[in-house]
T-cell receptor, first 113, second 113 residues
Framework: ETGVTQTPRHLVMGMTNKKSLKCEQHLGHNAMYWYKQSAKKPLELMFVYNFKEQTENNSVPSRFSPECPNSSHLFLHLHTLQPEDSALYLC????????????FGNGTRLTVT | GQQVMQIPQYQHVQEGEDFTTYCNSSTTLSNIQWYKQRPGGHPVFLIQLVKSGEVKKQKRLTFQFGEAKKNSSLHITATQTTDVGTYFCAATNYGGSQGNLIFGKGTKLSVKP
């Protein structure tokens, strides 16, 4: 069982909608991540938060907006998405943002219509 | 940009046969991690290798890190149907942070009973 919980598990949204993905970790970790997993592509790192501070933003379009209110919670706010944004969005946490194993949540399967 | 090449992309084996996936980089790596993702699931951390030439075993799984720290392999002896899934390597370059963890595309293993 994962110590990282993501909601919702599935989400279908139109291109004009605004929605948010939620992630919560119960492992006492200090770093949290958003990854995008698309078919036939490597896992793509989107954002990294270390002790609530954003340390990485890998050229992600502004229609994706992360929020990390504390070291246990992470959100990904979505607005005016495109169909090509449909993918599995995985949240992960690690003890620290350096050489620590990642613990992934179950992911949110997002479909943009 | 920096890439981690993983081969093969797919591997179909008969139950009881062995399986190996390889991960290669053109640059020296600080460490390498291996993950397994079951169909419909999320990546789960298996192991981390840090030292040159390191070999670690987990039951039927053997992990190796090359002497030059530019390649790694995962070998499964006598595969079982429970081994089905996609195996990912993920690596960090020297001096990199977890935000620079680079995932391979994965090797999808199917096992015929």
């Amino acid at each position: 069982e994962t110590g990282v919980t993501q909601t919702p598990r599935h989400l279908v949204m139109g291109m004009t909608n605004k929605k948010s993905l939620k992630c919560e970790q119960h492992l006492g970790h200090n770093a949290m991540y958003w990854y995008k997993q698309s078919a036939k592509k490597p896992l793509e790192l989107m954002f990294v938060y270390n002790f609530k501070e954003q340390t990485e933003n890998n050229s992600v379009p502004s229609r994706f907006s992360p929020e990390c209110p504390n070291s246990s919670h992470l959100f990904l706010h979505l607005h005016t998405l495109q169909p090509e944004d449909s993918a599995l969005y995985l949240c992960a946490s690690s003890q620290e943002a350096r050489n620590s194993p990642l613990h992934f949540g179950n992911g949110t399967r997002l479909t943009v219509t | 940009g920096q890439q981690v090449m993983q081969i093969p992309q797919y591997q179909h084996v008969q139950e009881g046969e062995d399986f190996t996936t390889y991960c290669n980089s053109s640059t020296t790596l600080s460490n390498i991690q291996w993950y397994k993702q079951r169909p419909g699931g999320h990546p789960v951390f298996l192991i981390q290798l840090v030292k040159s030439g390191e070999v670690k075993k987990q039951k039927r799984l053997t992990f190796q890190f090359g002497e030059a720290k530019k390649n790694s392999s995962l070998h499964i002896t006598a595969t079982q149907t429970t081994d089905v899934g996609t195996y990912f390597c993920a690596a960090t370059n020297y001096g990199g942070s977890q935000g620079n963890l680079i995932f391979g595309k994965g090797t999808k293993l199917s096992v015929k009973p």
